[in-house]
């Protein structure tokens, strides 16, 4: 089955900056576009970032700049590079795929922008 582990959040100062993974399994990873989400307490869950199966990408437009999103399809891992945190990036990233009729979530990151 499709499951989708994200790691590589936490707690870090206005300015810093965090990579998230998210590990792939259970389908063809190098044939599925990917993408990120965030939800910041009280607010809907937002698409932060976009990935086609062969690299093309695009970032929300508050993120535009300071997050890049990659991909390694030989280890079936996605990648969100985050530069430039401010505290509104505060939220739970969840990397997501719409397979079929269906989009999976994995379990999410906490990332926590304060001083």
């Known amino acids: 089955q499709v499951q989708l582990v994200e790691s590589g959040g936490g707690l870090v100062q206005p300015g810093g900056s965090l990579r998230l993974s998210c590990e792939a399994s259970?389908?063809?990873?190098?044939?599925?576009?990917m993408n990120w989400y965030r939800q910041a307490p009280g607010k809907e869950r937002e698409l932060v970032a976009i990935?086609?199966?062969?690299?093309?990408?695009t970032t929300a437009d508050s993120v535009k700049d300071r997050f890049t999103i990659s991909r390694n399809n030989a280890k079936n891992t996605l990648y969100l590079q985050m530069n430039s945190l401010k505290p509104e990036d505060t939220a739970v990233y969840y990397c997501?795929?719409?397979?079929?009729?269906?989009?999976?979530w994995g379990q999410g990151t906490q990332v926590t922008v304060s001083s």
């Open positions: 997501s795929v719409w397979r079929h009729t269906t989009r999976f």
């Open positions: 259970g389908f063809t990873f190098s044939s599925y576009v």
């Open positions: 990935i086609s199966a062969t690299g093309e990408s």
